[in-house]
């Protein structure tokens, strides 16, 4: 898939603000600073579309991006790991869990996890509600460029013994890096499968 028009649309406070939920959408999840936001400006090709910061935290609100005119990105805060208050990151689980529930035209969550950090216990409580709730997911493992292509196996092997434990079989997963498109093809492959399923074209 080309992308040949990426758009900045609006930030919601909650599911409720969001636009009208008619065309089929993506949600980028995860820990925050694990390339959320890199990963949307790297698969759009657009440097700036998605705000990213090194210091975790910095996606704050439900934001959504309109592709080709045909489809939905949609980059939301992060769970864990930012440094802001209790109540805060309570409030951020709150509208991310009610917008994975009440989105109807959400067709597919990409759940990122960093590759390097092993399996995480939020990582697993968040994947853990995601399948008790039934909310369709791929995995992508970020920052790949960080690690070895010869090591990578071996990281992706812990993750899905973790993994086997909840699910069978193991849920799909992209190994991706924001820093040398790696992934793009895969992850835009994938999104057109579905939009042809959403739309129902051959
Ligand atoms: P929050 O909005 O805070 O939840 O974070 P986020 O998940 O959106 O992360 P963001 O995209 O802002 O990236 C966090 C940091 O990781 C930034 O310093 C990025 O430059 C860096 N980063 C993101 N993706 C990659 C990657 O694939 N490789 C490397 N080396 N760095 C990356
Ligand atoms: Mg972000």
Redesign the pocket.
Known sequence: MIVSKAEFIKSSGSFRESPEGNIPEYAFL?R????????INMITGRKKLAK???A????RLINHFLINDTWYLCDL??YGF?KVSATIKGKWEKMIKDYLLRRPNLVCSFILIDLRHGPMKNDMAFLEWIGENQVPFCIIY??A??ISRSRRQQYVSAYEKKLSAMWSPLPKYII????NPEGRDEILGFISECNKQFYGSE
Request: charged share 20%; proline share 7%.
């Open positions: 995860g925050s600073n694990v390339g959320k936001s890199s990963l990213t910061s090194s975790p935290g910095k996606t805060p992060g930012a970020t920052k460029d960080k991706s890096s924001s820093s």
